[in-house]
C-alpha cells in the first residue's frame, strides 16, 4: 500500500511515452498497447491496493503515503490570529472512499481504453496516439484527484482532469463545434473552480491545514451551524459551487451536452464516469464539513434534485442518442448531490459507482451504435439495429434496465437507498425524485426503441447488386468480421465503404461485456438491510465520512520518518475523546441535525420500507411500458402529444432556453463588459498614455524655445557683444608699422616728459 | 676749442634725430633700416663720450655690444625683407599689411 502513489503515476508515464515519443514513431498497434498496458499496470496495482486495505479492521483503514513535501512550511496569519503553517506534501491517501473510487477510475478506464483501441481505429495514426495520450494524463490526473491527502493535491488533479477534458472534446480540432464545446467546458468549470478555490483560502484561514483528516477532525469538533448562516455553510457553499461546475449541476451544467462532441470513449469516461462525479466525490470528501452545515445541505439537495428533474425533462425530448444520455449524467448527478444533500453519503457515493458501470456502458453502447450507423448520431434515422447488433443490444439493455432501477440491477439498489433516504428528510424533494426517476425509465427506454426497435430508418447502403434482404445478413456477417480485421472507420468520419449497419469489432463488445456484467451484479455490494442484505458498501465507506482521530499505525510512522509530515498529536489528541465517540454514529447523529428531521426518530418500519422499494420499481415499469407502448406499439401517439403540446416540447427541444438566457445574460454582460473595458482601454488608459506623450512633445517644444531664444541667446550675446566692441578696437590695428613707430616715439616722449616734469 | 662732452651729445641728439626722421617718413624699408642703424650709432657715441668723461669702462664694453646686435639686427632685417620681396616684389613699407586684421 505503500505504492499507492505510483497508481496515478503509471498512466501519467503512459501518458508521457505516448504524447512524447508515440505521436511521432508509434504505429497505431504500439500505441494502443503501450496506453491499455500502463492501465492495466495501474489498475492491478490498485486492485492489489484495495485488496491490502480490505485487510486491515475497519477503523485502521487509513493509509497516507507522503513521497515528497512540494510547498515548503510557510508560515501564515489565520482568522483566530495564530500563525499556522501552509505545509502542501506531494501526499496520497487510500481509504475506503479513495479506494472505491481507483477501482472505478482504473477498472473502467483500463475498460475505456480497450474500446477505443476499436473505436478509434480510422483516425490518423499521430491522432490515434494523441488521443491514448490525453486519456491516459487524464486518468493520470483524475487518480491525483481522488488519492491526494489533502486540498491542493486533489486541485491539482481537479484542474488537471478539466484541462484532459478540454483536450479531449476538442479532439476533432477542426471541427468549430468541438473546440467551441471544448471552450464552453473550460471555461465554465473556471467558474465553478473559483467557488472551490476560495473554499480552500477559507479552510486554510479557519483550520491553519488542508489535510483532509485534520480539516475534518477540526471540523467535527466544531458545533453544527443549525440556527445561522456561520462560517462552515460559507466553505461548504463554495465547495459546492465548484462541485456544480466540475459536476454539471444547476446553474452550471451547460458545458455537459455540448462536450458530447468528443470521441464517444471520452463521455463515457470523462463526461459519465469518472470526471464528472469528482464533485460528488469531494462533497463526499468533505462530508463532515458539509454534515455541521446544514443550511448547505439544503441548498445541494435542492440543486440536485432540481438537476435531476430539469436534465430528466430535456431528455425526454432529444434526439441526438449522445445528447439523451448526456441528460440522463446531468440528471443522475443531480441523484448523488441529493443523496449528499440528505446526508445519505454512502448513499451517494454508491450511485455513483454503479452510475459509473452502467453509463459508461451505456456510453459505449451508444459508440458501438455510432460506429456501426458510420457517425450517425439521431436515433430518428436509427432503428431496428437489434438484429445487426445483438452484443450492443443486449449490454445496452441491461445498462437501461439499471438506470432503470430495476431488481436487481446494480442501478436499483444505490437508486433506491437514494430515494428511501430523501423520503425521510423531505417528501417534496422525494417527490421530485421519485418522478425524475419514471422520466429516467422513460427516455432510456424511448432511447432503446428508437434504437434498436422498430423499422430499420437508416440510409440505405450498397447491398451488393441484386440480394435480397436474407441474402444481406449473410452480407453482413462477413461485414462484421471485415470490422472485427481493421476495417471500421471512425465514430465521426464515414466508412469509406459501408456495409450498413454491423456489430462492433472484438475490442469494443469486450468492454462492453466486462461493464454490463459490472451492471448487473455491481449493486449487490450495497443490498439495504430490508431485503436481508448487509449494505456491505455502506458500512464499508462510513469511516470516510466522519470525524476521526488521525490512526497511527505503524505504517504511517514509516511514511512519516521520509517526509516530516504534519499530522501534530496535539489537536488530534485533544479532540480525540470527543470524536472518535461520535465516531460511530457519527453520520447518523450529525447530518440529519437541524431541518433534516432526524433520521433516528424518522426510521421507518420494514413495511414502509418495502412500499418505498415497490413504488420505484413501479415507476421504472411504469416509464419503460410507457416508452414501449409511444415509440415500439404506436408510434404516431408520441408524435401526437408532441403536436398537442407544442409549446412544452419546443421548450424542451430547446432545454428551457437555458443556453440561450446565458448568451442574453452572462455571455452578452461579459461581452458589454468586456467593450466596456475595451472602450475605457481605449479611451482613457491610451488616452492617459496618449496625453503623457503629448504632454512630453509639448514640454519638449517648449524646452526647446528655451534653449533656442535664453541659453542660445546669452550665448550668442556674448559673442555679438565682443564682436562689436572690436569693431571699434581693431581700429587701433593698422598694420602700418610707422604708425606703430609713432606711437612708441609719442609714448617715449610721454614717458621722458612725464619723468622729468615730475622731478 | 676744446671739444666737451655736451658737444658728443649734440652730436649724438641730430644723428639720432635724423633716425627718426628717417624711419618715420620714409617708405623703403632698407632705408628704415638704415635709420636705425644711424640712431643705434648715435646712441654708441652718446655711451663713449659719457665713458670717456667718466672714466668708466663699461660704457665702452655696452658700445660694442650695440654694434653686435646692431650687426645682428641688420642680418635678421635683411633676410626677412629679401624673403618678403621674393613673394610680394615690393620694399615699400606701405604694402606689409599681411598681419592686419
Known amino acids: 500500500m505503500d505504492l499507492i502513489w505510483l497508481i496515478p503515476l503509471l498512466p501519467g508515464l503512459g501518458a508521457a511515452i505516448n504524447g512524447l515519443v508515440g505521436v511521432r514513431f508509434f504505429s497505431k498497434r504500439t500505441a494502443g498497447i503501450v496506453a491499455c498496458s500502463f492501465m ?44 499556522g503553517r501552509f505545509f502542501i506534501p506531494w501526499g496520497f491517501r487510500l481509504d475506503p472512499l479513495s479506494g472505491m473510487m481507483i477501482l472505478v477510475v482504473t477498472g473502467i478506464g483500463f475498460l475505456i481504453h480497450v474500446y477505443s483501441i476499436g473505436y478509434m481505429h480510422g483516425e490518423p495514426r499521430g491522432g490515434y496516439a494523441r488521443f491514448f495520450a490525453y486519456l491516459n494524463l487524464f486518468v493520470f490526473f483524475m487518480l491525483m484527484l481522488v488519492l491526494g491527502d489533502n486540498f491542493v493535491v486533489m486541485f491539482v488533479g481537479w484542474e488537471g482532469v478539466g484541462l484532459c477534458s478540454y483536450l479531449l472534446i476538442g479532439y476533432w480540432y477542426e471541427k468549430k463545434s468541438a473546440s467551441d464545446a471544448g471552450k464552453k467546458a473550460f471555461i465554465v468549470n473556471r467558474i465553478g473552480d473559483w467557488g472551490f478555490i476560495i473554499g480552500m483560502f477559507l479552510i486554510f484561514t479557519t483550520f491553519g491545514s488542508l489535510d483532509f483528516r485534520e480539516v475534518a477532525n477540526a471540523a467535527g469538533a ?18 459546492f459551487v465548484g462541485a456544480t461546475g466540475k459536476s454539471a449541476q444547476i446553474p452550471l451544467y451547460v458545458w455537459l451536452p455540448d462536450a458530447m462532441e468528443g470521441p464517444t470513449p471520452v463521455s463515457a469516461l470523462i463526461h459519465a464516469a469518472t470526471m464528472v462525479t469528482a464533485g460528488v466525490y469531494m462533497v463526499g470528501r468533505n462530508a463532515v464539513l458539509f454534515s455541521h452545515a446544514p443550511m448547505t445541505m439544503q441548498i445541494v439537495a435542492v440543486i440536485g434534485v432540481a438537476t435531476a428533474f430539469m ?49 459508461a456502458l451505456l456510453f459505449l453502447c451508444s459508440g458501438s451504435v455510432i460506429h456501426a450507423m458510420a457517425g450517425e448520431q439521431d436515433m430518428r434515422h436509427m432503428g431496428g439495429l437489434k438484429k445487426y447488433m445483438p452484443v450492443t443490444y443486449v449490454t445496452m439493455l441491461i445498462g437501461t434496465l439499471a438506470i432503470a432501477g430495476i431488481p436487481p440491477l446494480s442501478g436499483f439498489f444505490s437508486k433506491d437507498e437514494i430515494l428511501y433516504r430523501t423520503f425521510l428528510s423531505n417528501r417534496i424533494i422525494w417527490g421530485f425524485a421519485v418522478v425524475t426517476a419514471l422520466m429516467t425509465a422513460f427516455y432510456m427506454y424511448r432511447l432503446m426503441s428508437l434504437t434498436f426497435f422498430g423499422a430499420y430508418r437508416g440510409p440505405a447502403w450498397d447491398a451488393g447488386g441484386g440480394h435480397g434482404h436474407a441474402a444481406h445478413n449473410g452480407h453482413d456477417n462477413h461485414g462484421a468480421n471485415h470490422a472485427a480485421t481493421g476495417h471500421g472507420g471512425g465514430g465521426h468520419g464515414g466508412h469509406g465503404e459501408w456495409h450498413g449497419p454491423h456489430e462492433s469489432p472484438r475490442s469494443m463488445t469486450f468492454p462492453l461485456q466486462v461493464l454490463a456484467v459490472g451492471a448487473l451484479i455491481a449493486g449487490f455490494v450495497g443490498v439495504p438491510a430490508a431485503l436481508g442484505g448487509p449494505n456491505t458498501i455502506e458500512h464499508f465507506l462510513e469511516p470516510s465520512f466522519v470525524a476521526r482521530a488521525v490512526v497511527a499505525g505503524p505504517s504511517t510512522a514509516h511514511a512519516t520518518n521520509t517526509v516530516p509530515a504534519l499530522s501534530e498529536p496535539a489537536s488530534a489528541g485533544e479532540s480525540k475523546g470527543e470524536t472518535a465517540g461520535t465516531a460511530a454514529h457519527a453520520l447518523e447523529t450529525d447530518a440529519p441535525a437541524g431541518e433534516h428531521a432526524a433520521e433516528g426518530t424518522h426510521e421507518m418500519s420494514w413495511w414502509g420500507e418495502m412500499a418505498l422499494m415497490a413504488l420505484s420499481v413501479f415507476v ?8 414501449f407502448r409511444f415509440y415500439v406499439r404506436s408510434p404516431e401517439i408520441a408524435e401526437r402529444l408532441a403536436q398537442r403540446w407544442a409549446g412544452p416540447h419546443r421548450v424542451l427541444s430547446n432545454k428551457y432556453y437555458v443556453d440561450e438566457l446565458y448568451e442574453a445574460t452572462v455571455i452578452a454582460g461579459t461581452m458589454a463588459s468586456a467593450r466596456g473595458l475595451w472602450v475605457f482601454d481605449a479611451r482613457v488608459v491610451d488616452g492617459g498614455v496618449n496625453g503623457t506623450g503629448w504632454l512630453t512633445m509639448f514640454s519638449a517644444w517648449f524646452s526647446s524655445l528655451i534653449d533656442k531664444y535664453i541659453v542660445d541667446g546669452l550665448v550668442n550675446l556674448v559673442g555679438t557683444v565682443l564682436e562689436e566692441s572690436s569693431f571699434v578696437l581693431r581700429r587701433l590695428q593698422t598694420g602700418l608699422i610707422q604708425n606703430y613707430a609713432l606711437f612708441m616715439l609719442f609714448g617715449v616722449f610721454a614717458f621722458v616728459s612725464v619723468y622729468l616734469l615730475m622731478r | 676749442m676744446i671739444i666737451t662732452t655736451t658737444h658728443y651729445m649734440l652730436l649724438s641728439a641730430a644723428l639720432f634725430t635724423l633716425g627718426i626722421i628717417g624711419v618715420m617718413t620714409r617708405r623703403n624699408v632698407i632705408i628704415i633700416l638704415m635709420s636705425i642703424e644711424l640712431m643705434l650709432n648715435a646712441v654708441n657715441i652718446n655711451f663713449i663720450a659719457f665713458s670717456h668723461q667718466l672714466q668708466n669702462v663699461v660704457g665702452q664694453v655696452f658700445a660694442v655690444f650695440v654694434i653686435v646686435v646692431a650687426a645682428a639686427e641688420a642680418a635678421v632685417g ?3 625683407i629679401l624673403a618678403f620681396y621674393r613673394n610680394k616684389e615690393t620694399v615699400n613699407i606701405d604694402e606689409m599689411g599681411l598681419m592686419r586684421w
Open chain 1, 222 to 239: 466544531m458545533p453544527t451551524e443549525t440556527a445561522s448562516f456561520g462560517l462552515l455553510s460559507v466553505i461548504t457553499l463554495l465547495l
Open chain 1, 40 to 83: 492495466g499496470a495501474a489498475l492491478a496495482l490498485a486492485l492489489y491496493a484495495f485488496w491490502q486495505l480490505l485487510g486491515l479492521p475497519a477503523e485502521a483503514r487509513e493509509h497516507t503515503v507522503r513521497v515528497a513535501p512540494w510547498i515548503a512550511s510557510i508560515p501564515l496569519q489565520l482568522s483566530n490570529g495564530t500563525v
Open chain 1, 620 to 627: 421504472g415499469v411504469i416509464g419503460i411500458l410507457v416508452a
Open chain 1, 311 to 359: 436534465a430528466a425533462t430535456i431528455g425526454l425530448v432529444q434526439n441526438d442518442i449522445k445528447r439523451v444520455l448526456a441528460y440522463s449524467t446531468v440528471s443522475q448527478l443531480g441523484f448523488m448531490f441529493l443523496a449528499m444533500g440528505v446526508g445519505a453519503f454512502a448513499a451517494g457515493a454508491f450511485h455513483l459507482m454503479t452510475h459509473a458501470f452502467f453509463k
Open chain 2, 78 to 80: 635683411l633676410g626677412i
